[in-house]
């Protein structure tokens, strides 16, 4: 597949013309809507015919919750290998909380085009937040560790889930052991009725990294324990820190590198960001706060305010600015081309596979360059 970058005075009817496509196939793979306005610098995702080259064979994993548009459930579905549901929670007895709204249309869509859904199990307390306490309270439990445990033997049986994907985020430096123990217990009892264990990892680069977000995860220990890892290699750019790439190449790469020394290549899946941020400037540290764009969103509102998009070749992330009612800001996001990069490692790095948050919007051209440069199962 070839990628265009818009020029000055370019149209989608000329770009079609000299790239042997149609407007209809653009406008598709694209999601450009009539009347097909277009902005400099955009990057235009020009799709190809089938290969016939060898391609790797990966997985491809996708988060959503219950409340996903169905369309754009039925339209991602055909590129993933799991449906990723977020998410389940656990009081400090070791008794499963469902979603708020029921997943079970969701499992429904899944099985129906051969996608296995994936029960992801989260510490999240009343507020919506990660909760280490919780986290803390049934580690230290062993009556409410079992109980959790065979609740989710339970619960994936009844429903139909392939796995649970752990995703416990800010636990205890003191907690790292027996997070690894846990998730070790969960994996052999899954395994034995034939379902997997991942677990999410924050993107370290070292073993020792300091921070609640790192100490709590033992890299090594985890890579043994779990089935496959997830590398949540994105928020460098994030809701309340200050204009940048979400998830710069650069980055993402000395994450993937130190993952390596721990875990094989084999049971690792890359995280990738389907969403941008468009933050008012200044930053000013303990008051900004980002709004959550899509990525097709934040071209639409680069066309709208007439400025063209940039493109940081470190991070490997298209940008922009704009002024709006006084204020200036600035938006970073996800196109073609800093997919295609980040695609890339998994053939440089021999990575499984994609670990997608969230699909909840859809960006097309992100699948169908995924789908181009790899067999996906």
């Known amino acids: 597949m070839t990628i265009y970058i818009v020029k ?18 653009l406008s598709y793979a694209n999601q450009i809507p009539v009347p097909y306005r277009l902005a400099v610098g955009q990057a235009i995702l020009i799709p190809g015919g089938e290969t016939t080259e060898s391609r790797r064979i990966v997985t491809a994993n996708g988060y959503a919750y219950p409340f996903i548009s169905p369309w754009v459930l039925q339209q991602t579905l055909p590129y993933l290998t799991n449906l990723l549901v977020f998410s389940y929670g656990f009081t400090p007895q070791g008794t499963l909380v469902p979603p708020l709204v029921s997943e079970d249309w969701m499992l429904s869509e899944a099985r129906n085009v051969n996608v296995t859904p994936v029960l992801v199990l989260t ?9 280490n306490n919780l986290i803390h309270s049934v580690l230290t439990n062993p009556p409410a560790k079992s109980e959790l445990i065979q609740q989710l033997l339970n619960l994936t049986e009844e429903k139909g889930y392939g796995g649970v994907d752990v995703d416990f985020e800010y636990i205890l430096a003191e907690d790292r052991d027996l997070f690894t123990s846990f998730v070790a217990e969960l994996r052999e009892a899954m395994n034995q009725v034939e379902k997997f264990v991942s677990v999410a990892l924050a993107p370290k680069t070292s073993a020792d990294q300091k921070g609640l977000l790192y100490e709590g995860k033992d890299y090594g220990g985890l890579g043994a324990a779990a089935d496959e890892v997830l590398l949540m290699a994105y928020e460098w750019g994030y809701t309340y820190g200050p204009a940048m790439a979400v998830a710069p190449l650069n980055k ?14 084999e049971k690792i899946n890359l995280g990738i960001p389907n969403y941008g941020y468009d933050w008012t400037l200044p930053y000013v540290q303990g ?3 980002a709004v959550t764009i899509g990525n097709v969103e934040a071209v639409q509102i680069a066309i709208e305010n007439d400025v063209p998009i940039r493109f940081d070749e470190t991070a490997m992330s298209p940008f922009f600015t704009y002024a709006s009612e006084g204020r200036e800001h600035e938006v970073w996001f996800e196109d073609a081309r800093s997919m295609q990069a980040k695609f890339g490692l998994l053939a440089e790095y021999n990575l499984q596979g994609i670990g997608v948050w969230q699909i909840m919007r859809l960006f097309r051209a992100m699948w169908l360059i995924y789908a181009g440069m790899y067999y996906v199962i």
Not at 123 to 131: I, K, Q, T, W
Not at 252 to 265: D, G, H, K, N
């Open 8 to 25: 000055p005075g370019d149209t989608i009817d000329q770009i079609a013309q000299e790239q042997g496509s149609t407007v209809e196939e």
């Open 123 to 131: 510490p999240l307390g009343p507020d919506g937040r990660f909760n």
């Open 252 to 265: 993402v790469r000395q994450v993937v590198e130190y993952a390596l020394t721990e875990i094989p290549s």
């Open 287 to 289: 008051e900004s706060k």
